[in-house]
T-cell receptor, first 114, second 113 residues
Framework: AAGVIQSPRHLIKEKRETATLKCYPIPRHDTVYWYQQGPGQDPQFLISFYEKMQSDKGSIPDRFSAQQFSDYHSELNMSSLELGDSALYFC?????????????FGPGTRLTVL | QKEVEQNSGPLSVPEGAIASLNCTYSDRVSQSFFWYRQYSGKSPELIMSIYSNGDKEDGRFTAQLNKASQYVSLLIRDSQPSDSATYLCAVIKITGGGNKLTFGTGTQLKVEL
């Protein structure tokens, strides 16, 4: 079965640089979620989109922005990177926005900021 | 206090035994409950979802939900070494907007030969 695709899988950036993470949801899934997981921590919700509109926002820094495109893929743009942004970034998708729909996670992007 | 609480472990069980993982949540408007398995450096993998009081079984896994006690658990029967991982409890609250997952800190399970 098709899964969530994320690219790149690994990314190394310098402080103050910009990074773009991409997420391709499971086919027919129209809701996308972004989570950040620091070392030894649980995943923290950043932002979500339903039908190309932002549906919820969590602890996402103002330096970060995201959008969902017409083909339902999503991109997380991160600017002025800081050392503390080093983490695993997961994208998850669900069939729609209702709470009864299970969220399936992609393999993640490991971002390292030097 | 975190919204979702789990014992961090590690929880050690012998191969073939039953592993019992517990989770409590603080917000009564929590509506949906999930167990994810996460191997080190990998993404969370959905194991079980449960929405109403009682038990839900899927293969070797049984999820139990008690909304009155704000408690959800996961039982793993016939534990195997491959079950050794961190198990994350997650909940979704009714917010009227998106439905983000709120995770506990996870319980590390070790299945010993």
């Amino acid at each position: 079965a098709a899964g969530v695709i994320q690219s790149p899988r690994h990314l190394i950036k310098e402080k103050r640089e910009t990074a773009t993470l991409k997420c391709y949801p499971i086919p027919r899934h129209d809701t996308v979620y972004w989570y950040q997981q620091g070392p030894g921590q649980d995943p923290q919700f950043l932002i979500s989109f339903y039908e190309k509109m932002q549906s919820d926002k969590g602890s996402i820094p103002d330096r970060f922005s995201a959008q969902q495109f017409s083909d339902y893929h999503s991109e997380l743009n991160m600017s002025s990177l800081e050392l503390g942004d080093s983490a695993l970034y997961f994208c998850a998708s669900s069939l729609d926005w209702t709470s009864y729909n299970e969220q399936f996670f992609g393999p993640g992007t490991r971002l390292t900021v030097l | 206090q975190k919204e979702v609480e789990q014992n961090s472990g590690p929880l050690s069980v012998p191969e073939g035994a039953i592993a019992s993982l517990n989770c409590t949540y603080s917000d009564r408007v929590s509506q949906s409950f999930f167990w994810y398995r996460q191997y080190s450096g990998k993404s969370p993998e959905l194991i079980m979802s449960i929405y109403s009081n009682g038990d839900k079984e899927d293969g070797r896994f049984t999820a139990q939900l008690n909304k009155a006690s704000q408690y959800v658990s996961l039982l793993i029967r016939d534990s195997q070494p491959s079950d050794s991982a961190t198990y994350l409890c997650a909940v979704i609250k009714i917010t009227g907007g998106g439905n983000k997952l709120t995770f506990g800190t996870g319980t590390q399970l070790k299945v010993e030969l």
